[in-house]
């Protein structure tokens, strides 16, 4: 008509205008230019495809019933278009669908105004989100730097509270969903869902959320314990209950929460570093009951929320949206199974054999994971009279013993950092099995955050003496008092050398009667646990270093050693009658020139006990109980001569620990352990 006609005629002169004209147009401060025949052509092509486009994805939305031909339709869908941007209403929101209901008079008017919903939706809301998050990501971009330095603000606060915190939040967690499963949910929600979300999907969300609520319980005492692998196990369940919680019953407050647990658990992602079998982790009695208490009280919500629904065995096979019986009785079952199988797993696998007193092979395994160990003290697994924990791997253990209530391990875990780790669990568990106190005798400072995670307090009984051997030498003044002692060993007719264990058959009755001698003489028997003793089986796997007199031994240790190199170190040292009276300052001044020539590093002199307790008045009390024993001791043991005697040596002190479960009446109880471990009994603890 001539309205056809009269718009065509305005894109033809627009075109012709845009393509052959030379002047702009400007209108009350706009200009507006001529783009050229190439670009003008593009516009018109672009603006009609656009347009029909637009309105093709209307037209397929349109009722079944609507008979109306697509260019017809297109015309109509121009002219709204047009009015609503005459009418400046943002979107032409009113006016367009106005346009559309007069212009289609036949048209179902619920059915056309789904239609025009579902077209605004799709053509409008849909791009306007796309854009909202690629905005929203370019200005995270943007701000990425400010981000990081919050995020890692966040994470150094929550870390340390991390396996806690989260274990707790992921108990409360599986609680939530385990409840929103056992209750109805809100009908008008379901109402909304069931347009747009399948019923299949709906059951299998309901199930899932039930699922992943019993697997956040079981999971929660994995992030107490620091479980790597639980606690990427809690992010994908906790990932599955937010979709379930969407998917099932629109529980938008649900999913808000367990993503806010997502969050923080995320933050303290750091304190998860435990790489352990989710397999090997045992639930305890307390634990087990814990989830069964939590499973009976959703059981009972559900039966009472659905108390007016009368039990039918239809109920199993009963699906639609309003079916919150059936889904509960289903999820109820479906999760009491599952718990029953974890529970079964777990109480039916073969439990870890005890470790015992060690065979040859065990000690032949421990030799080699000490070849690889920087410390000297893993060799006292060699003496025979400890147990060993061993990793499954073979490349670290722990050496322990019992003594009364305390399970005393000596020293850290030996070998591998990450598997010395479990092993600690593994021992921690071990010792609440058996009603038993965890104890780590002489351990660093370094370990001592793991100790702190297993839950037991450090307790400083020392310091441990090291001496840099590639700084020894007994040149300066600093060294006089050493360099005198040695020269007057050497005028006494001292000579030194190093014999290998093998080797040493011929001097061994020798030193069998050094060791009894030196034994008689200071009024005591062997010790154990710390130190070896004079067994010959024992001192064939060492180095012995002799010194002699006049040609016939007079003196001797075994050595401590490590195939890294690392330190160097004895254990059993012995003196005869004619051992020279320098005889001791001779034999560590000549090892540690020995050590300085064969590569080793440090010369570790041993504790010295009590030594370094702060004597500040607000000292804890246990420091100003170890300086009084440190001080006015003597009559038991020579706390501060030890002390002196390898200050000569100007060695660097480091502190040593005992860790341990705290409490006044548990800590003196675990010390009288330790001790009567170390001398060997009662006995060996009194003065003769």
Sequence with gaps: GPAGIALLMLVAGYVAWGSFGRKGLEIRGWALRPAGPTLTLLQVLTGSIEMCVSAGVLWLLLPAELDVAFLTFVGIYALAVAAGIVSHVPGGLGVFESILLVSLPDAPADSLLGAMLAYRAIYYVLPLSLAGV???????????????????LLSRFITPLAPRLGGTLI?????????????????????????VIPLPIIEASHLLGSTAGLGLLVLSRALFRRVREGYRLTVWLL?????????????????????????????????????????????????????????????????????????STD?????????DAPRVLRASFVTIAAAGAIFALNLLRPARPEPDVPDAVDL????????????????????????????????????????????????????????????????????????GWTVFHQ???????????????????????????????????????????????????ATFEIVAGTSFEEMLPALARISNAWLKEKATAEKGFSVGA?????????????????????????????????????????FGAQAPRSAMDFLFTELMLWGRGQGYRWFNLGMAPLAGLEQHPLAPSWHRIGNFVFRHGEHFYNFDGLRRFKDKFAPVWEPKYL?????????????????????????????R
């Excluded at 109920?315 to 079916?323: D, I, K, V, Y």
């Excluded at 955050?449 to 037991?456: A, C, K, S, T």
């Excluded at 341990?660 to 603890?685: E, H």
Aim: include cysteine.
């Design 364 to 435: 032949e395994r421990v030799q080699r994971v000490i070849e690889r160990s920087d410390a000297t003290l893993a060799n006292a697994a060699l003496t025979g009279d400890k147990r060993l924990l061993l990793a499954p791997q073979q490349d670290a253990y722990i050496m322990y013993q019992l003594s009364g209530r305390s399970w005393v391990a000596l020293g850290d875990p030996v070998g591998d950092r990450d598997h010395g780790d479990e092993l600690a669990w593994r021992f921690r568990e071990l010792a609440d099995r058996h009603g």
């Design 443 to 493: 351990v660093s400072s370094e370990r001592l955050p793991l100790y702190i995670d297993l839950g037991l307090t450090p307790l400083k009984i020392g310091e441990e003496a090291r001496v840099p051997l590639p700084d020894f030498d007994l040149q300066g003044s600093a060294r006089a008092d050493l360099r005198q002692s040695h020269r007057r060993a050497e005028r006494d007719g």
């Design 534 to 574: 004079f067994e010959a089986g024992y001192l064939r796997r060492f180095s012995i270093a002799v010194v002699r007199r006049d040609g016939e031994p007079a003196a001797f240790a075994n050595l401590w050693t490590t195939g890294t190199k690392a330190e160097l170190s004895i254990d059993l040292m012995r």
């Design 659 to 687: 860790v341990s479960p705290a409490g006044w009446f548990v800590v003196p109880r675990i010390l009288m352990d330790v001790s009567m471990l170390i001398a060997g009994g009662v006995k060996g603890l009194l003065p």
């Design 134 to 152: 690629a905005f929203a990501r370019q200005e995270v971009r943007a701000q990425g730097t400010k981000l990081a330095q919050l995020e890692s």
């Design 171 to 195: 108990f409360v967690a599986g609680i939530v969903l385990l409840v929103s499963g056992a209750t109805p949910g809100i009908h008008g929600r379901l109402a909304t869902l069931r347009y």
């Design 315 to 323: 109920l199993w096979w009963t699906f639609s949206a309003s079916g």
């Design 239 to 311: 990932a599955a209950g937010i979709a379930a919680s969407l998917l099932k019953g629109l529980d938008v407050e649900e999913a808000t929460l367990l993503a806010v647990v997502l969050c923080i658990l995320w933050l303290g992602r750091r304190a998860f570093y435990r790489r352990a079998s989710l397999i090997d982790e045992r639930l305890t009695p307390t634990w087990i009951a814990s989830i069964i208490g939590v499973l009976g009280v959703v059981l009972w919500i559900g039966i009472f929320a659905h108390r007016h629904v009368e039990y």
